[in-house]
């Protein structure tokens, strides 16, 4: 028997959803933000270098997509605890992300980081220098279809990667982190799940990213189907909305998914403009 809200429109039900819940709780997002606020101040030390990179980028007319500061410490702890020495990420706007990053790296280690935007990674390697980590950290700009396979080609190889770019190539960043990290490589995926659009087909894009939800869907599609992926993903919520992010073990080269011209990582694929905004 269909309840009353299974028989409205879905954009209809999850706004009555969300106000229902806004009745009963107040605004959900202000609580979130709250409760990050409190997670920070009661477990988290002062950090001048992170706030003063935080500074820079709005000064500098970044947009405020950072990762939070406690999921910034995530990335830190997932590096240290998978004993990380290189790391390689896929969207670096304004270094934050880069710099919790970098702080896990043993003696010798190295972080490299992709960026579409010249003038964001010139930030981000002001913020990376002014933290310390210049000599640590390599800043590459271009489109991270044009730059990885360069990487492949110089025959560099990763241990983590964090994939916080343009969600209509996710499946084929995550090929090449499986390419350029091979089994025992971690790797997490930042965005995978978008205020709930992807089982939302009427929901606009949260990301404001043309294809954006539909990358996020095939990537799902194929990460699932996919026996070199040891794999899940996890809801957020926090002060930078309700999202997700997915987390995965490469384990087998041997199986390599049935072959989909979407997921091959060859330097010839359309390559694809940046965007700024998820
Ligand atoms: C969400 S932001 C990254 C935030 C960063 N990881 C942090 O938490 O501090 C996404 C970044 O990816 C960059 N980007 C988008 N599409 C890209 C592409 N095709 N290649 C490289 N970078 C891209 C954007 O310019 C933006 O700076």
Redesign the pocket.
């Known amino acids: 028997m269909p309840t009353f809200l299974s028989i409205l429109p879905s954009r209809l039900r999850s706004g009555l959803r969300q106000r229902l819940a806004t009745r009963l709780i107040g605004d959900p997002s202000a609580r979130w933000a709250a409760v990050d606020d409190h997670i920070c101040a009661s477990l988290l030390p002062a950090d001048p270098a992170l706030d003063a990179a935080l500074a820079e980028g709005e000064a500098g007319g970044?947009p405020p997509?950072?990762?939070s500061r406690n999921q910034?410490k995530l990335l830190e702890l997932l590096a240290r605890i998978h004993g990380a020495r290189r790391i390689l990420?896929?969207?670096?706007?304004?270094?934050?992300?880069?710099i919790s990053l970098a702080r896990a790296l043993p003696e010798g280690g190295e972080v490299v980081t992709?960026?579409?935007?010249p003038h964001?990674a010139e930030v981000a390697r002001r913020n990376i220098a002014a933290a310390g980590f210049a000599d640590l950290v390599e800043v590459r700009v271009?489109?991270?279809?044009e730059?990885l396979p360069a990487l492949a080609e110089e025959g560099r190889r990763f241990d983590m990667f964090?994939i916080?770019?343009?969600n209509r190539?996710l499946s084929r960043y995550v090929e090449w982190a499986i390419q350029l990290g091979g089994p025992g490589s971690l790797i997490v995926a930042?965005?995978v799940v978008g205020e709930g659009a992807i089982v939302d087909p009427q929901a606009d894009d949260p990301w404001r990213e043309e294809g954006g939800i539909e990358g996020v869907l095939r990537f799902y599609e194929l990460a699932g189907a996919d026996p070199r992926l040891d794999i899940t993903a996890v809801q957020t919520v926090g002060s930078k909305g309700y999202d997700g992010f997915a987390l995965a073990l490469v384990t087998d080269l041997a199986a390599p998914p049935s072959s989909s011209a979407d997921t091959q990582p060859a330097a010839t694929e359309p390559l694809?403009?940046?965007?700024?905004d998820?």
């Open positions: 970044l997509i950072t990762v910034g990420e896929l969207g670096t706007l304004g270094g934050y992300s880069t992709l960026e579409f935007d964001f271009g489109p991270a279809l730059t964090f916080d770019a343009d190539n930042d965005n694809v403009s940046a965007t700024t998820n």
